[in-house]
């Protein structure tokens, strides 16, 4: 079915508000029991156990973090290597030319900072910032949301969305208002 609503045109998703933590993650419990896996939330400060109660948790970005940081130590060990070992092998006080010890400092150095830089790519890549405008902005009272007030929405890019029994659903889980979100991008 067609997230469609006569009056306002297309919709984006449909959010909830609610006053207290405990009443609102008890609702996201409630509609990742009902099977809603297009679900997303803005809180004012973390409720614990929201992530893994909606399977956010699996994510590329350890692992993209990890060969990243792999990367950049291989390459740090390898540019010194390379200038130390095949272009300028100079003999220093009769060490040899691969002297592993000194090149340890620009190889941890290369490995945080690859790892550091990674990190935060994928972070805003995952969080597809910047985004200067979100239609769930548009949400009455939703300013309110970095207060006192805990918003759930879900998205009507979701398999099992129907505005009239998502709005039943939403409306039985106790939230203070629920308001259709327009998408006007």
Not at 83 to 91: D, I, K
Request: glycine letters at 6%; proline letters at 6%; one cysteine or more.
């Amino acid at each position: 079915m067609s997230p469609q609503n006569n009056t306002q045109g297309p919709i984006f998703c449909l959010a909830a508000r609610y006053e207290n933590a405990e009443t609102f993650f008890s609702a996201v419990k409630s509609a990742a029991d009902a099977g809603y896996s297009c679900v997303e939330t803005c809180t004012p400060f973390s409720v614990d156990g929201i992530s893994e109660t909606l399977k956010h948790t699996d994510t590329f970005l350890p692992w993209f973090v990890f060969f990243c940081g792999l990367f950049g130590g291989f390459s740090g060990f390898a540019m010194q290597y390379i200038a130390f070992v095949w272009e300028y092998p100079l003999n220093i006080g009769g060490r040899p030319f691969n002297s592993w010890p000194a090149f340890i400092p620009i190889t941890f150095e290369l490995t945080i900072l690859c790892s550091v830089l990674s990190a935060l790519l994928g972070f805003l890549i995952r969080c597809s910032f910047p985004q200067l405008h979100h239609p769930v902005f548009n949400t009455p009272s939703f300013e309110r949301a970095s207060v006192d007030s805990f918003f759930m929405c879900i998205m009507a890019e979701d398999a099992k969305f129907d505005i009239e029994r998502t709005r039943e659903f939403l409306a039985g889980t106790g939230p203070n208002e629920v308001s259709a979100v327009k998408n006007d991008q």
